[in-house]
Structure formats: C-alpha cells, structure tokens
C-alpha cells in the first residue's frame, strides 16, 4: 500500500481507551489500522463485511465507528441509515468516492465527519479525537440554555423543542449549542465550521449547510424560523421575541 510507511512512521505520546469498531473490507489496511491505533492506546475490531458490521455495531458498545463505503453484502450507506435508526455512536466514513454527491449522502445519513482515501493516519488520528471531544466534551456546573422557545442542557448533552426531547447527532447538538448560546448574533460559517470540525471552511463546502437543514427539519415547526440564514455570512439564531412565524 502507497501509505503504508507513513503509518508505521507516525509517533505519539497521547494515550486514551476508547474503544473503535472498523468497518472495512480492505484487511490490509485494517491491519494498518489496528497496529497504529493500538500504539495510540485504541481498542480495534476490524470487521471486512457490512451486514456483519451493521450486526456488530448493534450488538457491541463503541465510542466511535469509521465506517468504509464500498463494503460486500450491504454498503455503507445503508449500513449507516439502518444504524441511525437504532443508536448514536459517532460514525467516520472513509471512502475513495470523492464527489460532493458522495460526501453530502453520508452526511445526510447520518455520519459525523467524512474523510477520502487515500489518508494519512495524522490526519484520521485528529479526525477521530474531534469527534470524540465533541460526544464527550463537559464542563463544570453547566448550565441550560434556552431560546425561541429550545432548551439545551449541555452538561448531559439533552436538548427540547417546548418540553419535547430533540433526538440530536453529537454534530448537530454542536452547532445548535453554538448559535443558541448565540442567539441574536450572527454566527460566521467559519465559526461554526471551525469550532466543529477544527478547521476553517471551504468556499465550496456543504457539509455545514447539511447539518442546518436537519436540525431545521427538528426543531421548527409550521412556517416558524429559528436559524436564519445571513447569506454570505451565516447563520443566525432567533431569540423568542424575534422568531418568525
């Protein structure tokens, strides 16, 4: 494999236990996977087939799932939107599919980030901690945050429309935490993409745009708008005084 040398070169310090199903049917590069991941402190399992791997996903506990798109048996994409209807684990694809279609599929899917191959694993390592950081991430004596009429705990990461619970993404919980904590201000996409993905945006981008569209789709209702849209500039949340009706 082209990268083979630079898995086996890379070097780090920063230990964790977390635990990572991998969902590829390329057992090269799985192997690659689970030597450099477990140098990293990560627990591995590598399954090659996507009906098993959607099986596995169900019936195990794992912080994360990097899933591959061309998988034998069941490709994954519907691996992914059959998981989403039963649990929240963060999902990473990988894919060597890189048209915009592709990445914009996955993400309407479900996934929590997107990466092509060929990769580096410097990059994925990153890719990795930014989404567990999201799903884990708290603070001391957090305290809700409410406006137009959405409540937000982020201490537990719990979130309502009125008094009913939101089913969220830990992506989509991200963003609206963002533009409630926010509310009134005009919230920069450069903002928002770099406080959830830790990098700045791309012109062409869409990925953001596809996680205002869900959450749009969870907590308005009617004609109501809570996240306007400042063309050119971003997006902004509606207090209760100013939500549009």
Known sequence: MRYKESWHNMQDTERTSRSILLIEDDTDLCCLMQDYFGEQGFRIEAIHDGRLGLARSLDGVFDLIILDVMLPSLDGFEV????RKRSETPVIMLTARTAEADRVAGLNSGADDYLPKPFGPEELLA???????????????????????VRLNPQNRQAWRREEPLELTALEFDILEILVRSAGRTVSRDELTGAVHQRPSTPYERSLDVHISHLRKKIEQGNQVLIRTVRGVGYQ????TEAEL
């Open 127 to 149: 890719r990795i901690r930014a989404v567990l950081r999201r799903v884990g991430k708290a603070g001391p004596a957090l305290q809700n945050l409410e406006a137009g009429g």
């Open 237 to 240: 949340f509606m207090t209760s």
């Open 80 to 83: 992914l939107r059959q998981l």
